[in-house]
């Protein structure tokens, strides 16, 4: 079994940044593609960015060019790097694993098994 810790929310001002972390336990793997979602108050879940066993990244239209998504293969963490935060970024924010291994990276959520609790982040105008 795999488990995914989050780490990192709380609240800034608006132009602000937050670094948020995922730590992962158990049978996930490197190999294992991984991404971030989030969901506001009366929104439904959104694609945020992925990763896959490559390096590869893919960003939804609302956060490219001011979020970063990484990995440290190391320590097997996943980072999401947050910059320029804007009100509407305000969500819980939740980590995801692929089950399987050398998938390419993917905005789908279906396409994960894995699921962390989530950490709030909320932006203040």
């Known amino acids: 079994q795999g488990q995914l810790v989050e780490s990192g929310g709380g609240s800034v001002q608006a132009g602000g940044s937050l670094r948020l972390s995922c730590a992962a336990f158990?049978?996930?793997?490197?190999?294992?593609?991984m991404g971030w979602f989030r969901q506001a108050p009366g929104k439904e879940r959104e694609s945020v960015a992925g990763?896959?066993?490559?390096?590869?990244?893919k960003y939804s239209d609302s956060v490219k060019g001011r979020f970063t998504i990484s990995k440290d293969n190391a320590k097997n963490i996943l980072y999401l790097q947050m910059n320029s935060l804007k009100p509407e970024d305000t969500a819980v924010y939740y980590c995801?694993?692929?089950?399987?291994?050398?998938?390419?990276?993917?905005?789908?959520?279906?396409?994960?098994?894995?699921w962390g609790q989530g950490t709030q982040v909320t932006v203040s105008s």
């Open positions: 995801a694993a692929d089950r399987y291994w050398g998938r390419d990276a993917s905005l789908d959520f279906n396409a994960f098994e894995y």
């Open positions: 158990g049978y996930i793997y490197r190999a294992n593609r």
């Open positions: 990763i896959d066993f490559r390096a590869t990244t």
